[in-house]
């Protein structure tokens, strides 16, 4: 079965000068089989690093849904598998998966 590993971290932006880098001491991650949403939801976490071992469907939000419409539209982007993804995320939202 194909996996998407999900990690939610924070930033430090007020710290740094150059591009802000996410804090690795308060993440959580969870694997999620495809397809589902995941159990975590972002809680003051800024950064949500996504890394599939298979092409798929992923969606960020409150009540997100990873499942293209028929005319091609929806809020889902499509992820290469063995590729990190980073991406902002807001407190409240998490993430759905599919396969491609």
Do not use: H
Request: hydrophobic letters at 45%; proline letters at 4%; glycine letters at 8%.
């Amino acid at each position: 079965m194909a996996t998407l590993i999900v990690t939610l971290s924070r930033l430090k932006a007020a710290t740094f000068s150059t591009a802000p880098v996410a804090q690795g001491s308060a993440c959580r991650t969870e694997t999620i089989t495809m397809p589902a949403s995941g159990d975590l939801v972002a809680n003051g976490e800024e950064i949500v690093e996504m890394l599939a071992d298979a092409d798929c469907w992923v969606a960020i939000g409150a009540d997100p849904d990873s499942s293209l419409a028929t005319d091609g539209t929806g809020t889902a982007r499509k992820i290469k598998a063995d590729v990190p993804y980073t991406f902002g995320i807001q407190d409240g939202e998490k993430v759905a998966v599919e396969a491609a």
